[in-house]
């Protein structure tokens, strides 16, 4: 792993739903505070050679991108086949544009079929043009290199659905989960910045409560920990009231950089 740091940008820090939510008065979704409104969860890394990796492409693509800047990706890793994860896809014809070539993306094998089916459009003999997103699909098998760094992928359970996080150096996103298969816990040994799953306090049968998300800390026992996938029933500023040292709620824009070691 090259020497550097990695940049990593949170487009979306919320739900499928979004927060607010729509029709919904409650205190979070109607806050003032900046960090209450929640867009579809995704992020983009940049490694320390400048290539921006876009995770996941969520349904709220194109606002993040113009709020944050986004004028290049280089190439798109996907943790499940989700609406709120998948269906910004089309907008990856912009960046076709803007780079003049098609954009690689990754991910396991449901999750591509789950691609192939959902925007057949894209894959139909004669499609082409600026209309139509221009993408190539790759297969996850296991670790790989990607803009000088190794991705790794983690093995996760999004209810009974295996799906994946990604590690890459000391630092780990795992979000949309509820449970880790014990062979996952080894790849995870040593991170020192994680963003992880917890929806909110009351159980939910595919994502982390707060409460189990700290058993995952406490086990990790990472110097820094972002919470993320977060619902409406959340409130920013009192819910980092109560977590522990190093623990805290992530929110839309906000920037982390973590150090690679050589």
């Known amino acids: 792993m090259n020497r550097g740091t990695l940049r990593i940008r949170m487009l979306g820090t919320g739900t499928s739903h979004g927060v607010p939510m729509i029709g919904c008065t409650c205190a979070v979704c109607r806050s003032a505070d900046p960090r209450d409104r929640r867009w579809r969860p995704s992020i983009l890394v940049e490694t320390p050679d400048g290539t921006p990796i876009l995770v996941d492409t969520s349904t709220d693509l194109r606002t993040q991108a113009l709020a944050f800047d986004v004028t290049r990706v280089d190439a798109i890793l996907y943790t499940h086949s989700h609406a709120d994860h998948l269906m910004g896809l089309d907008e ?3 960046f076709n544009v803007l780079q003049k070539r098609a954009m690689p993306c990754y991910g396991d094998a449901q999750t591509l079929a789950d691609i192939r089916r959902t925007f057949a459009y894209v894959f139909e003999s004669g499609s082409a043009g600026g209309g139509i997103p221009q ?4 297969e996850i098998r296991g670790p790989f290199g990607l803009g000088g760094v190794t991705i790794v992928p ?6 009974r ?11 780990a996103y795992l979000t949309d989960c509820n449970a880790m298969p014990d062979a996952s816990w080894p790849l995870l040994e040593g991170v020192s910045h994680l963003v992880l799953d917890a929806l909110r306090d009351r159980p939910h049968p595919t994502h982390f409560t707060v409460a189990q998300a700290l058993e995952v800390v406490a086990r990790l026992a990472p110097a ?8 409406h029933e959340l409130p920013h500023q009192a819910t980092n009231d109560r977590l522990p040292a190093g623990v805290e709620l992530a929110y839309d824009g906000l920037a982390i950089e973590v150090p690679l070691a050589g």
């Open 92 to 94: 990856v014809r912009r």
């Open 135 to 138: 993408i190539e699909l790759h």
């Open 154 to 159: 983690v093995p996760l359970l999004h209810g």
């Open 161 to 171: 659905r295996p799906i994946y996080g990604y590690r890459i150096g000391p630092f």
């Open 224 to 231: 820094r920990t972002w919470f993320t996938h977060i619902c």
